[in-house]
């Protein structure tokens, strides 16, 4: 069993800053790598930004100099630094965990989510 524990959604205001993070925990031999995606009501849910456990970064095009993802391997976190937030950034977060576990086969998994509303 893993369980992944988002925390930093919220409101606010059109060029505000906001912080996600995610914890993993549970049956977890490595981690492949860690990501956030979004959905946004009405729409399918997107890739927003990854990072590997080599600590390779990846971004959506659409968040790309705004957007910066950053982990802690000694914590299994991942953190979602969002600045110049815009109202099309409106959307639930979700946590996704690439990782290995202890019977050494790989598997996926994800969080809750966590709702950010960007509004004025």
């Known amino acids: 069993q893993v369980q992944l524990v988002e925390f930093g959604g919220g409101l606010v205001q059109p060029g505000g800053s906001l912080r996600l993070s995610c914890a993993a925990s549970?049956?977890?031999?490595?981690?492949?790598?860690m990501g956030w995606y979004r959905q946004a009501p009405g729409k399918q849910r997107e890739f927003v930004a990854a990072i590997t456990s080599g600590d390779r970064t990846n971004y959506a095009d659409s968040v790309k100099g705004r957007f910066t993802i950053s982990g802690d391997n000694a914590k299994n976190t991942v953190y979602l630094q969002m600045n110049s937030l815009k109202p099309e950034d409106t959307a639930v977060y979700y946590c996704?965990?690439?990782?290995?576990?202890?019977?050494?086969?790989?598997?996926?998994?994800w969080g809750q989510g966590t709702q950010v509303t960007v509004s004025s």
């Open positions: 549970g049956s977890i031999f490595s981690i492949n790598a």
């Open positions: 996704n965990l690439n990782y290995v576990d202890y019977g050494l086969a790989n598997k996926g998994s």
